[in-house]
């Protein structure tokens, strides 16, 4: 079993960046995919991007350009770089173990508890 924990969230102006990490213990965590999921008031929670075992990224529409994803497996953290934040990335983002193909929550699971990012505009 795969523990997640987030961390590096905050208040930041539009315009600006954050990273954010994703720490794991607990089996090889090298060996999966992790995924980046965002969840605003009021609204479902959304796939931001993932990575794969071997380093190969995907993103929404919406983040690509913007947000990069990468990890250090001897560190066994994945990080998500936020850049040119805009006020709707406000909402609490959350990593998990990528268990199949897939962008729905129900493809991943192992969720971390989230951290808060708060883009003012």
């Known amino acids: 079993q795969v523990q997640l924990v987030e961390s590096g969230g905050g208040l930041v102006q539009a315009g600006g960046s954050l990273r954010l990490s994703c720490a794991a213990s607990g089996r090889t965590f090298s060996l999966y995919a992790v995924g980046w999921f965002r969840q605003a008031p009021g609204k479902e929670r959304e796939f931001v991007g993932a990575i794969g075992w071997s380093g190969d990224t995907e993103y929404a529409d919406s983040v690509k350009g913007r947000f990069a994803i990468g990890r250090d497996n001897t560190k066994e953290i994945v990080y998500l770089q936020m850049n040119v934040l805009e006020a709707e990335d406000t909402a609490v983002y959350y990593c998990?173990?990528?268990?199949?193909?897939?962008?729905?929550?129900?493809?991943?699971?192992?969720w971390g508890q989230g951290t808060q990012v708060t883009v003012s505009s």
């Open positions: 998990a173990v990528r268990r199949r193909i897939g962008r729905t929550q129900g493809d991943f699971d192992s």
